[in-house]
């Protein structure tokens, strides 16, 4: 174990999990890593550089050398995501992003160009670690792990209000398809795979408010994790 505490949580999108590190990296003052803001900000590299997918060498390369700042603001929390001196915060945030991400998300070279990148974020007081498999690859020894799901329904409905609270028109049947399709895209992946670490905690978010999710992840958090009450 090591003498930095970690929290991952994994899972898919959808299940609660960015609310639920936010409130944890502030209310603990830990660093905070949404890794799939670095999959999503490699994703749109590659379309504004032209580099295509089967370019491999090219796209490792761009992972290696991708220049992006993730400025925080409080303790945590993530407030603008800044590649190459532009502001992609809400670029990174469309669909399309989310998908071309979870298909360089699939090639084991991306995922190995950046791991150095994400344990760079380990760093005192402590680390939550948001992802697909920050418990289970990058994290390994991770004082508490936590996987969250949700059905699928629930998913695509929370995301359609959330666009819909941003002003972008959506509808429910897209927004499932596109769900399905990453879902399986991210659970057959060969390297990587989305699927709880064995030690880790699953906790079905489906039928549960935010505010009792994050409440009950609370009271894990004061019970496993040494100094924190
Ligand atoms: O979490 P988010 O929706 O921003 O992630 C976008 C995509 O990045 C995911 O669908 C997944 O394919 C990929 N990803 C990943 N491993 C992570 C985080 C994200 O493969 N640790």
Redesign the pocket.
Known sequence: MSSVPIITI?GP?GTG?GTVCSFLANWLGWHFL???????VLALAAMKRNVTNDDIQKLSQLAVDLDVEFQVQGAGQLSHVVFDDEDVTDDIRTEDC?NA??IV??IPEV?QALLARQKAFHQPPGLVA?????GTV?FPDAELKLFLTASAEERAKRRLKQLKDKGISANLRDLSDDIAE?DA??SKRSV?P?KPAEDAIVIDTSDLGIENVVGNIRELVIKMIPGVS
Not at 34 to 40: C, H, L, T
Not at 130 to 134: H, I, L, W
Request: net charge positive; hydrophobic share 30%.
């Open positions: 994994d999108s999990k949404d890794s799939g803001a670095i999959y999503r989310g991400a979870s998300a699939a995922r948001d992802g697909r498999d920050m990058v990453r895209r991210d990587s989305l």
